[in-house]
């Protein structure tokens, strides 16, 4: 039986290890919003919301320390910081589509082997909603998908083909998920690391997409 | 002289026709929202509106039930009036926006409107909808962006590569009222915003035919900055003020 | 023998006359230039300088009041004016080409019956300057061309075809010169107005362009 | 740490290579070019540049006869390199220019080189460049502008109707290197300027590989007033410091 899957918070810290010095990262809702709260001590990362704002400071969760004049792109209020700077939503999206975003970590419904990503529309919804997070996903010069690897009730979010209405195709650079770590490559989906306590078969065994094994396959390491 | 300043939300919006084409700057949240101008078009009661904007709106229903849920977290104010209040109140007919669905099972009334076969949408991302907002401004007739190539968006519209990369052409979209928020005005129209509420707001100031600004203060010309000015009054055509005591949507003010 | 020719700055203050309250003018080099000292009292109109300003005052000429981070697009230091605002170049352009500009008064070397406009090569010279010159003339609501009727040497600067190359091809509306105001309307040159002691006749003789001159047509008042 | 500023103009460029293709963000006056930059790329001696920006310039002769003249309306520093500096010295192989031509009978060293068939010039308006720029920061691959139609600008571009109107198809221009003016930085290269030396500047910055900005002063972080900021960092990749005392253009630095 594989390993216990990683928790959201533990999942957002893998995902911020990405992050290098110097970078501008773009944070998508739900799970990619707590990895601002990871980035390692010795980097200094500047995160972009698409609504204006860069270099900003924490998430602030008391509502009496907010200002409903600072929020990021999913309108939680966030704190100020020395160096930041406020901008006109075309600026902030000419920053993303002109590929000066260095990471986007975006949610995901589902990710195909080809690195399609399918993220605009709620499973069981009609209608979806397209945001800041369709520019991020064709232009950032990295995008990783941070997802469960599978949905609550089992099924597979990692695919060989998706059948959700993509957000942009072959567009996934990384995917990060409660099970393994995997790139897209031009050879396909190759498996770069593992929870503690999974095999490359037990994550092959949760998916129809050819997982890729190479033999250098680490564990994940979380600190 | 130039002078700006109205008197009233409902003098500012008196010349608005059924089958107009109105600019919204709210992106999700209140403050960059301009509520009074919309409660006003609300009571204006015209129909057959497009609306242009981030999000359809929440509307007074769902509005009252977030600002329970979210108060241990922000405080959302009472006199939050969204897009969602003209759409309720059946004045639009279609949304050009990026956000129509709420994201979670609930549905907005914009969603509620689409399902219903009663509202129109046109769906695409903040990149495009901004850079196609300041095409109008700046008399650029169409542009090519890569974003939306082989997506949804992508449906009816001209893909055409550029050094090995395909985009698709997106049109200039003008609008006939642009309603936005900021923080000072000055009677020449000259604007600043406050924080992330500029967001929207100064890419669809100039945007249309005519543009109202809804502002917490006006100030003496030459108090703004005029290296700080965002907008310049060039683009604006009418300011209001804000009141400085909530008042309901439907009292005429 | 005809009236006097207009000095160049009876020539601006007639321009100026057509501004009304609550305009953005933008005034091209030269003559144009001049129109700035002659707005009338009653009427407050904003100048635009394409070099990313708007709304600003006077020009300075004494070199001990100027500053050189405030300059209009001929390099001409200004002074600032409460109301002013400062842009970028790309701004500054989208208020022109977007028609935001409600007159451009701009110099020129020649205009054409049909509303022409070739300003943009010095005579003489091989190569020229479009500036912002080219954005005013193809995207102001009015297009003012503001010139003497000829040259120095007498040559007809409004002419049937322009033979100089174009900046802009039926972009002028009307035409102020020493001699006379002229409107480009689709029948073609009309002569709306002429100086002190000029007739039709006069002004008819001094170019090959034909003149349609209406019964109304009045002697330009200057005040 | 995020430290984009760089200890000499001569670092600062060290890595440009002839061909490169170099934004210049100099509009007419001293205040709002990048003159010790620009020196440093004369010191560096690299050849076949193509220069972009509204001027040719006007190189030390002519600015030396401009500054005499000029006295009694203007007082221009001693320091202002501008890009004819580069052009006389035989650095520049084309120029990408709204403003190649003296306003004048006399010429300037782009003009020259022209006409010996020694430079290349690819002229259009200023809104023209700005726009090509801008999209190249913004990652619009073309877009369709009225302005140059039926004029020598019009030559080889592909003519387009829309509602009626012709447009000329203008592509992204994107360079290695924008050289910059700007008044103030912080370590972040967030930017602010000062009046109308803003011009080009921004609208160069993050169009190009490398931006590096000329600056009066670098401020600690937090000093800029984030509503201000004009050119925001991620644009920009290094910041180098004005020297407090005029220096010759050929002195190391």
Known sequence: MPGERLDEQVMALRAAKEFQDGMIINLGVGIPTYCSNFVPPEREVLFHSENGVIGFGPIIDNPDDADDTLINAGAQPISSKPGMAIMDHAESLCIIR??????????????????????????????????????????????????TFTTKDGDPK?????????????????????????????????LREVAPGWTAEDVQALTDAKIIVPPDVEEMTLL | ???????????????????????????????????????????????DLTIVGNTGGWGPDLLAILRERMAVILTIPEDWYDPGLLVGRGQVKKGVLCFPAAPARVLTPFEQGV????????????????????????GIAAFYTPVGVGTVVEEGKEVREFNGRKYLLEHALKGDYSLIRAHKADR?????????????????????????AEVDEVVELGELDPECVVTPGVYVQRVVVRPKELRPWDEAM
């Open chain 1, 98 to 147: 002109g590929g000066h975003v260095d990471i986007t970590v975006l949610g995901a419904v589902q990710v195909s082997e080809k690195g399609d990503l399918a993220n605009y529309i709620i499973p069981g919804k009609q209608i979806g909603s397209l945001g800041g997070g369709q520019d991020l996903a064709f232009c950032a010069k990295k995008v990783i998908a941070l997802t």
């Open chain 1, 158 to 190: 990692i695919v060989k083909e998706c059948t959700q209405s993509l957000t942009a195709p072959r567009c996934v650079h990384r995917i990060i998920t409660d099970i393994a770590v995997l790139d897209v490559t031009p050879e396909g989906l190759v």
């Open chain 2, 1 to 47: 002289m130039i002078n700006k300043i109205v008197g009233s939300f409902d003098e500012a919006v008196a010349d608005m026709v059924d089958g107009a084409t109105v600019m919204i700057g709210s992106f999700g949240g209140p403050a960059e929202c301009p509520s009074y101008l919309i409660a006003a078009v609300a009571r204006k009661g015209v129909k």
């Open chain 2, 115 to 138: 399902l219903q076969g009663q509202v129109e949408l046109e769906l695409m991302g903040q990149g495009t909808l901004c850079e196609r907002m300041r095409a109008a401004r700046g």
């Open chain 2, 188 to 212: 020449y129209g000259n604007l600043v915003y406050r924080g992330t509420a500029r967001t929207f707001n100064p890419v669809m100031a100039g945007a249309s035919t005519v543009t109202i």
